[in-house]
Nanobody, 125 residues
C-alpha cells in the first residue's frame, strides 16, 4: 500500500501563496488518483481538489476554483497543491489522499482509502 507525507504548510499573510507537496512511497503514485482535503477546527473535512492518475483530469471545490491548482509529477511520486490569493478562511489542516479506482473523480473523503498525516496552513488577516 502507499504511504503519503504532506509538506509545505505554514503561516502566510492573506493574499500570499503556498505550495503543498504530498510525497508517496511504497507503491508508484501513478497507481492512484489523488485528492486534497482540508479540515478547519470545528468543521467537517472538506474536498479541495483532485487529479486523475495521469493528470489529465482535475476537479476543484468552488471555494478554491481559480485560486488553487493541483498537479502531479509521477516520476517524483509527488502531488502538489499550489495555493494563491490565500484568505483567512483557507486556514485548516490540509490532507492528501489516494484512491486506486479513479474512473470518475470522487469528492467524498469516504471514497479515499489512504491518507497523509496533514499539514497546517494558517492565513493571517
Amino acid at each position: 500500500q502507499v504511504q503519503l507525507v504532506e509538506s509545505g504548510g505554514g503561516l502566510v499573510q492573506a493574499g500570499g501563496s503556498l505550495r503543498l507537496a504530498c510525497a508517496a512511497s511504497g507503491r508508484p503514485l501513478s497507481s492512484y488518483g489523488m485528492g486534497w482535503f482540508r479540515q478547519a477546527p470545528g468543521k467537517e473535512r472538506e474536498f479541495i481538489a483532485a487529479i486523475s492518475k495521469a493528470g489529465g483530469r482535475t476537479a476543484y471545490a468552488d471555494s478554491v476554483k481559480g485560486r488553487f491548482s493541483i498537479s502531479r509529477d509521477n516520476a517524483k511520486n509527488t502531488v502538489y497543491l499550489q495555493m494563491n490569493s490565500l484568505k483567512p478562511e483557507d486556514t485548516a489542516v490540509y490532507y492528501c489522499a489516494a484512491r486506486e479506482e479513479f474512473l470518475y473523480i470522487p469528492i467524498s473523503d469516504l471514497k479515499y482509502g489512504y491518507w497523509g498525516q496533514g499539514t497546517q496552513v494558517t492565513v493571517s488577516s
